[in-house]
């Protein structure tokens, strides 16, 4: 006996705004804070915030679990209504020459951060003395970057943002050498290696937490238009 074919049952059409509850259920991370700060930040700097409605807010901030429990703290805002940084990073030629960007520090600091040009490799030299290299908010001209780092009875540090690829190869004798690696989501994102060689001193590079690359052309424009 033929068993009598049912009709297909309708495809139920997924209920509105269901993806955007289930990324608002997510729990929040340090550099989901960190991030919701600086808007109001900026809030409070342009006068959108009194200081007792930032202080009401960054209190939530805190005590914030999930992504949905701190969207709304910066739903008035204008910085909430701009689109998220999307897309491919853009890059120069690749040129595998060029010169070397040097940071000498003996007896001395040498400190490199804002807004500057990564060159594609950067020699930093510690004697007696302390070197820092930001790169939170440097311009990348180039996928990759060297940083070829010594310290002898020295200081280098290294801070990069925390949406990059991060490496390193090294050693210390009597001294400390540590990087704290990354791998980023995006798979042309820029990647920053640092090498080096400690003897009774350190080397240390991390991430910034709440810091992260923007795509190369929106900088430049931001950069040249002001």
């Given amino acids: 006996m033929d068993l009598e074919k049912q009709p297909p049952k309708p495809v139920v059409p997924a209920e509105p705004g269901a993806a955007a509850r289930v990324s608002d259920a997510l729990r929040a991370s340090d550099a ?21 409605e930032h202080s009401e ?15 709304p703290l910066i739903q008035d805002l204008p910085q909430a209504r701009k689109a ?8 120069g030629a690749e040129e595998q020459t060029g ?30 003395g302390s ?40 050693s210390g004798i009597f001294g400390n050498f540590e990087v704290r690696t990354l791998e980023a989501v995006e798979p042309d994102a820029p990647v920053v290696v640092v090498n080096g060689y400690s003897v009774f001193g350190n080397i240390e590079a991390k991430p910034k937490r709440g810091r992260r690359v923007a795509d190369l052309q929106d900088r430049m424009r931001k950069y040249f238009l002001g």
């Fill in 99 to 128: 010169a070397a960007e040097n940071l000498i520090a003996v007896f001395s600091s040498s400190l490199r951060k804002g807004r500057w040009r990564v060159s594609r490799r950067t020699n930093a030299f510690a004697v007696f």
């Fill in 84 to 91: 998220p940084e999307t897309g491919a990073y853009s890059y």
């Fill in 131 to 170: 070197i820092e290299i930001d790169l939170t908010q440097a311009l990348f001209e180039q996928r990759m970057t060297v940083i070829n780092a010594t310290s002898i009875f020295g200081n280098v540090e290294v801070r990069v943002p925390e949406n990059i690829t991060l490496r390193g190869n090294g």
């Fill in 32 to 52: 989901d804070r960190d991030r919701i700060a600086d808007i109001l930040r900026d809030a409070l700097a342009e006068g959108r915030l009194d200081p007792e």
């Fill in 57 to 71: 807010r960054i209190d939530a901030v805190l005590r914030a679990k999930t992504v949905g429990e701190l969207q």
